[in-house]
């Protein structure tokens, strides 16, 4: 989710979203805290936030299945300590429980000096999270640290499965270009464990640096970097072995990240 400026607001304070009588509210500057491609995020009380359709999105339909796909797979996945908990979910909108310190990217944007320790610990719970739902065959397709959350007490949890494919259906997104394996996009599985594994090690290089890989460089010049097996240097940060084999395709498993993650914290 990604910070909305006052600008934005002021053209959507006016707009009212009315899909059914249970979602119906007029947009408001005091309680709207995100927006994603398809989604708006209220934080509704002290507790919960909640996740409903884009009125402006540019095809509501998607933007409804977005929805609809993200509260089944909360539903599938239950209760989880790495799992963002679903408080309630509807045909049109998702219940959050409220992420105390927002998502990781944001927080270590905004505390530079977070410990080599805090880093190590915040890996360990995203490597965790995606061992997890792959488990439970759910493809994210559009891991990033923004997408995974710290509640109070720093715990991660992971969030946002909008764009998610669920028992090997197909997906509704791809991740942004610093985190996208280069693959054909418009095949009939373009989202693999594979291609979230290579999402994951942008997502560690994230939290390693603070900054995602290649930051400041087009797309397009990404894209061809990667294709080449050109990474960003990663021999001077921690976890630069691990970050690699998940770029290099090394990993066949989300547990084989963490025994190799878990093996190099124990001769750190």
């Known amino acids: 989710m990604a910070d909305v400026s006052q600008s934005e607001f002021e053209g959507l304070t006016s707009r009212k979203l009315q899909i ?17 491609v398809f989604t708006h995020v209220h934080h509704v009380d002290g507790g919960r936030v909640r996740k409903v359709p884009a009125p402006d999105s540019d095809d509501l339909d998607l933007a409804m299945k977005s929805i609809q796909r993200e509260g089944k797979i909360y539903l599938y996945l239950g209760d989880h300590p790495r799992v963002i908990k679903c ?22 944007r ?5 410990s080599d320790e805090c880093r190590i610990r915040l890996a360990q719970g995203v ?11 759910i493809i994210h397709s559009d891991l ?8 109070s007490e720093l715990h991660v949890k992971i969030s946002d499965f909008g764009f998610s494919s669920f028992s090997d259906g197909d997906v509704l997104g791809f991740e942004n270009s610093s985190h996208q394996l280069p693959r054909e996009l418009d095949s009939d599985k373009p989202s693999t464990v594979q291609s979230d594994l290579f999402a994951l090690g942008s997502t560690l290089y994230e939290i390693m640096t603070g900054g995602r890989p290649y930051e400041g460089i087009p797309d397009d010049t990404i894209t061809e970097l990667y294709i080449r097996g050109s990474f960003p240097d990663v021999t001077s940060i921690l976890c630069g072995d ?22 190099y914290i124990m001769e750190m």
């Open 242 to 263: 691990v970050i690699t084999s998940c770029w290099q395709g090394c990993f066949r498993n989300a547990e084989e990240v963490l025994e190799r993650f878990l093996h």
């Open 127 to 137: 490597i965790e999270a995606v061992v997890f739902i792959h488990s439970k065959s």
């Open 144 to 151: 990033a640290a923004r997408q995974f959350l710290l509640d």
């Open 20 to 36: 059914a009588e249970d979602v119906q509210y007029y947009l408001d500057k005091h309680n709207f805290i995100g927006v994603g």
């Open 110 to 114: 905004s505390h530079h000096d977070t």
């Open 87 to 108: 408080l309630a979910k509807g045909d049109f909108f998702v219940d959050l429980e409220y992420a105390l310190h927002r998502d990781i990217e944001s927080c270590l």
